[in-house]
């Protein structure tokens, strides 16, 4: 067994112990009683030493759970931006795919894997290629006009169309500049592609990463990055170059006050609206030329209804065109070209291949969960996720069947609910089925020449995006997200969980009580499930279309309980920032119903065993040595440390104003504060904070 490198001298016992056991001639893969003993012992320890046992759980269940957390794993002594399960389960991954990208060929590589890996290497060789770097993005820049900065008095405004020079740039790279246009999935029909038409991609992603006070420093260093990217990829004059920085995030923060505020709890239906693309040009011209836009990005006319996406960006587009000079608008979407093909070097080799790494997830994240996968999997992680999974699908099928708790939604839509319930579906990320020959087609990668790779890759991918208006609709993308966190995709009414779990001992392990699994595997996918009846989720049909089967009663005490969790939650401070009051609590309300179904489920089980074994009043192999906590405790700290963590004091702004998810102490403490039986098998009394008055509860 391999324990992460973050964990302290406590755990030295625990390795003389594994030690000793390779001296004696066992070996840890073998299930002998020292092998799950070792394992156990190593657990315990682990848990132990992020607790800070001394608090009062029912004062504070995430600094008695996580207490030590921070001190073990400080985000500043370790230089990053944050700590946590997701991210030492990150780190293992990471660490296998540079092993698998480091070695040039072995038996399990594709012809695909092989132009991963020429992809990867050519990013290794960045610096050589620096001296032509410049002359490179110019001649990207020369396909579609010229740019003012670099250009000078002798830029001709006349010459400049920015309808054009953004179509042309979609069309052939699949870059967005001021307007985006993408084709996926319908909606209201899943079976059919249409084009979406609205925003651009945003490098500081949200609203409140542009608008808002706290959030100002990451616009200084953005603008900073801006400067330094005209200067060493461009070869602007350093006073040039800081006076265009100023100029393009001014313009940047102008564009992103159309954006929606997450706050507003605004889903898809919300903000999309199918038109044609006449009515869309009536709206919007002479300003905004919709039908020549759409037809140069995708090289023909169109004649159906297209979705327009968040019409307040587009209504906020027109008025920051007509106040902005021309050489800015020019100067902006030259720039948003070429960033997207430059990439500084880093100081040193393994500085440089971690952020090569970060390159390679980005644009082929399912290949490297496809080769993971195939090198590392791991068949009793794949059997446990699918045992938790009908578990739970049981477990909430029951409670739509009968539990008073649901009394408030009334028959015939919980009906319906136990319908979507049936028809959702959890699937791992392991891309076994996907045609990647067929998806690589054209390509020929190879590991000398970074900016051309770039170049066949975008190409390939804007070509692909063409032609999906008429061709079967696939499986929703979500990039790198799918290799990181569990999702519900819900035009597909899908669970997708990430390669990255399957990884034993970070928080499963067929030695580990059920208790912790289900404390933290089926909390979250539990998580996960209840997504798809929340907020946005309820929107979406057991086909996954969008269509409202909520009857007037109970979307009104659907709305009715969600504000208890507005109230609840925007009285929370986080390190003396206050939280938003936020309409939307998708991820609050999948918190609070992930964690009562996981117990649900377990409890079950756990009676279950205690039947069996005549009424016995402790499960011995619920509880792990060292620690004198019951298995009902054991899942409540398995899911309390779920969510232990530490932020760079520099993130924490940024975190409050941009994140829909709760920082992990508010998570653990505003869920387990809801549920009363966490109450009880803490024996919290009433009043106290772990268990106030008036509780939320929706699922």
């Known amino acids: 067994m391999i324990l992460p490198n973050i964990f302290e001298m406590r755990f030295l016992c625990v390795l003389i112990m594994v030690a000793q056991v390779h001296v004696n001639g066992k070996n840890l893969s073998q299930d002998t009683w020292y092998t799950r003993e070792v394992k156990r012992q190593a657990k315990a320890a682990e848990i132990s030493s992020f607790m800070k046992q001394n608090v009062d759980p029912c004062q504070d269940f995430y600094k008695f759970s996580c207490g ?55 990013c290794l060789e960045i610096k050589n290629i620096l001296p032509n ?17 670099l250009e000078g008095d002798s830029w001709q405004e006349d010459d400049f169309d920015w309808v054009e020079t953004a179509a042309r740039m979609a069309h052939s790279y699949g870059i967005s500049s001021l307007m985006g246009l993408d084709v996926s999935k319908d909606i209201a029909n899943n079976s059919i592609n249409r084009i979406y038409l609205g925003e651009q991609n945003f490098p500081l992603e949200s609203r409140s990463m542009y608008i808002d006070n706290e959030t100002q420093i990451y616009r200084t260093k953005y603008q900073g990055i801006i400067k330094s990217y005209l200067e060493t990829f461009l070869g602007v004059e350093n006073a040039l170059a800081q006076r265009t920085a100023k100029d393009l995030i001014n313009f940047e923060v102008d564009l992103a006050r159309g ?97 090569c790494l970060t390159i390679v997830k980005k644009i ?57 319930l049936e028809a959702m579906t959890l699937q791992v990320s392991n891309y076994v089925d996907h045609n990647f020959t067929a998806e690589f087609e054209g390509l020929n990668l190879q590991s000398t020449d970074y900016v051309e790779n770039l170049r ?71 998580h996960e499930l209840i997504h798809g ?9 057991s086909h996954g279309n969008a269509y409202d089967w909520w009857d007037e009663r109970s979307s009104n005490s659907f709305q009715d309980r969600r504000k208890c969790f507005t109230r609840q939650y925007g009285n929370y401070a986080y390190d003396g920032i206050q939280l938003k009051k936020s309409i939307a609590q998708s991820e609050n309300i999948a918190d609070n119903g992930g964690v009562r179904l996981a117990y649900t489920a377990y409890r079950k089980w756990y009676d279950e065993q205690l039947g069996a074994s005549g009424g016995a009043l402790e499960l011995e192999e619920e509880r792990l040595p060292t620690l004198n906590y019951s298995g009902l405790q054991l899942f409540f700290i398995s899911f309390a440390q779920t969510w232990c963590n530490d932020v760079h004091s520099s993130l924490k702004a940024m975190q409050v104003s941009t994140d829909q998810h709760m920082p992990g102490q508010i998570r653990v403490i505003g869920s387990l504060s809801n549920f009363d039986k966490f109450s009880e098998v803490f024996q919290c009394p009433k009043g106290s904070p772990m268990n106030p008055a008036e509780k939320c509860v929706l699922y």
């Open 364 to 420: 082929f994240a399912k290949n490297l969960d496809n080769m993971f996968y195939r090198r590392y999997n791991n068949d009793k992680s794949s059997a446990e996720i699918e045992s938790i999974w009908r578990q739970l699908k049981a477990t909430f099928r029951e409670s739509l069947r009968s539990s008073p708790l649901l009394d408030w939604i009334e028959r015939p839509i919980r009906n319906l609910a136990i319908a979507k």
């Open 456 to 526: 066949q890759i975008y190409l390939l991918a804007a070509r692909k995006n063409r032609h999906k208006l008429h061709q079967p609709v696939e499986p929703l993308e979500a990039g790198a997200q799918l290799s990181y966190t569990p999702a519900n995709i819900l035009v597909e009414n899908t669970i997708k969980v990430p390669v990255s779990l399957l990884q034993p001992f970070y928080i499963w392990a067929d030695v580990y009580p059920f208790a912790i699994r289900f404390g933290s595997l089926a909390s979250l996918i539990g």
């Open 68 to 122: 030590n957390y921070d001190r073990i794993n400080s985000a500043s002594n370790h230089n990053v931006l944050h700590t946590g399960i997701f991210e030492t389960l990150t780190e293992a991954y990471d660490r296998k795919i540079l092993k698998m990208l480091n070695t040039p060929t072995d038996e399990h590589d594709t012809a695909e894997d092989l132009q991963v890996k020429h992809f990867y290497e050519s």
């Open 533 to 541: 009846f929340d907020d946005a989720g309820r929107g979406f049909d």
């Open 133 to 149: 770097y410049p002359e490179k993005l110019r001649s990207l820049i020369s396909e579609f006009g010229t740019m003012p900065v």
């Open 259 to 355: 954006l929606v505020d997450e706050s507003d709890g605004l889903d898809m239906k919300n903000l999309t609206e199918l038109i044609s693309i006449a009515e869309m040009n009536k709206r919007y011209a002479p300003t905004l030329d919709i039908s020549r836009l759409v037809s140069i990005t995708l090289d023909e006319e169109v004649t159906d209804d297209i979705y327009e996406f968040n019409a307040p960006y587009l209504r906020n587009l027109v008025e920051v065109l007509k106040r902005t000079p021309s050489r800015t608008v020019a100067n902006y979407m030259y720039f948003r070209l070429v960033f997207e093909f430059s990439v500084v070097p880093a100081n040193s080799p393994e500085k440089q291949k971690k952020d």
